[in-house]
């Protein structure tokens, strides 16, 4: 193992009714911000719970985060929190909305443009934000990180911010989430435990058996999850997978890759997918093309997860590789990128932004341009 340190602060309060306890949670004092997206939680009873819980409280209200949040909205908002000296932000929405309230968290205490941050990397100070999740996939409610988009420029960027004080994760907010983000919030949570786990094997047993745990449950539920999203116990499987999958908790001491989800950012950013979609298409061309590198894992996570022990070790990856692609497919993703309309013009572009920005991402360090464009072709 290599030599980490783990530190998570984020109070996680969990289960049905738990919005209420809002009023207690938010210091006294706190000027309050409460972000929210395009109106979900209008229609869904999520803003009542929460208008409710803080009724009396003093706070100012941001909409219009979009998926895939904007620098371009969120200045607006760093400049009503400025104007209001807002000490305490409240995201009620999904990763779009934590995301871009852990931009304005620190934009509020930045005097430069908001953009500068998230070129930087990592935000230096920031106000403390907590949330209210009604979509499970990225895990944003108990991690650090944001990605945000600049979309004058088409770009994409993920930058590190701070970690929710608290975030409170009732499943019954789940209940009104249409099938398609289900579904991308599964694929989302599927392929984050794959970039921490699908490097080289031998590294930690309990890290592997950790994600190979939140890989069966997510096999196990998806079907269930996509037919009867009103099920509080399916759907509470879900939304802890979905935390569990990214909040530091499976990558201690072990190596990670992420070059699916860079890739994935660049289709978002240039052709608007949705970020769960881009990765189920991209994972099968990054297993593809390095399955020489990934190979001992690969045989591990075809064995333990889709029970495959028959044929030589390459038929095992070949029907480890076709499982993968046909999990996706269950789901009801496209797997190629000619399903989505994206050819050979957006496949240069990537490869000409990689080797612009000198990148080299993977557990190798070996996804640059030339490497993502034969990821992108093998999953054409
Ligand atoms: O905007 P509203 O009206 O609220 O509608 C949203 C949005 O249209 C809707 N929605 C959310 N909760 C709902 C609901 N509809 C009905 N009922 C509910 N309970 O769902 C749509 C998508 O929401 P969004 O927040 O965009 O989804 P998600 O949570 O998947 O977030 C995606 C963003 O997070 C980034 C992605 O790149 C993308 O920008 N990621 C963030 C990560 C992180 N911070 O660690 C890691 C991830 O890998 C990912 O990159
Ligand atoms: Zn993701």
């Not at 602060?9 to 809002?22: D, N, V, Y």
């Not at 003093?58 to 909205?73: L, R």
């Not at 949705?274 to 590198?293: C, D, K, M, P, S």
């Not at 333990?304 to 044929?311: L, N």
Request: some cysteine; glycine content about 10%.
């Amino acid at each position: 193992m290599k030599n980490f340190i783990y530190h998570n602060p984020t109070e996680l309060i969990f289960g049905k009714g738990q919005i209420a306890r809002l009023s207690t949670l938010i210091p006294a004092d706190k000027r309050i911000m409460i972000t929210f997206g395009g109106g979900s939680v209008k229609r869904n009873g999520v803003y009542d719970q929460v208008v409710a819980a803080l009724a009396g409280r003093d706070f100012v209200e941001f909409w219009g985060i979009e998926p895939n949040p904007s620098v371009e909205t969120l200045r607006k908002a760093i400049a009503l929190g400025k104007e209001r000296k807002v000490d305490f932000l409240l995201a009620v929405g999904g990763g779009s909305v934590i995301d871009g309230t852990k931009l304005i968290a620190a934009g509020l205490l930045y005097d430069g443009d908001a953009w500068d941050i998230v070129l930087k990397g990592k935000a230096e100070h920031t106000v403390p934000m907590a949330t209210v999740l009604t979509m499970s996939a990225t895990g944003s409610e108990m991690n650090s990180g944001a990605v945000i988009s600049r979309y004058e420029t088409k770009e994409k960027f993920a930058f590190y911010g701070n970690y929710p004080v608290f975030s409170i994760l009732d499943p019954e907010t789940l209940f009104s989430l249409p099938t398609r983000q289900i579904a991308c919030g599964l694929s989302d949570t599927f392929v984050h435990v794959l970039e921490q786990y699908m490097t080289t094997p031998g590294q930690s047993r309990l890290m592997d058996r950790w994600a190979e745990g939140i890989l069966h449950t997510i096999v196990e539920i998806a079907p269930r999850a996509l037919a009867e999203p009103r099920d509080y116990d399916v759907m509470s499987e879900y939304m802890l997978g979905a935390t569990l999958g990214l909040n530091d908790m499976i990558a201690m001491g072990v190596t990670q890759d992420w070059a699916t989800h860079m890739i994935g950012h660049e289709l978002t950013a240039l052709h608007g997918l949705t970020h769960g979609a881009t990765l189920a298409i991209v994972i099968n061309g990054t297993l593809r093309t390095l399955r020489e590198q990934k190979h001992g894992k690969l045989l591990q996570y075809g064995e333990r997860i889709w029970g495959i022990t028959e044929g030589s070790e390459e038929e095992r990856i070949e029907q480890t590789l076709a499982r993968t692609e046909a999990f996706f497919r269950s789901l009801g993703l496209s797997t190629h990128l000619s399903e989505e309309g994206i050819g050979e013009e957006t496949i240069a572009e990537i490869e000409r932004r990689f080797n612009a920005q000198g990148v080299h991402y993977g557990e190798a360090g070996n996804v640059d341009g030339a490497m993502a464009r034969r990821i992108l072709e093998a999953c054409r």
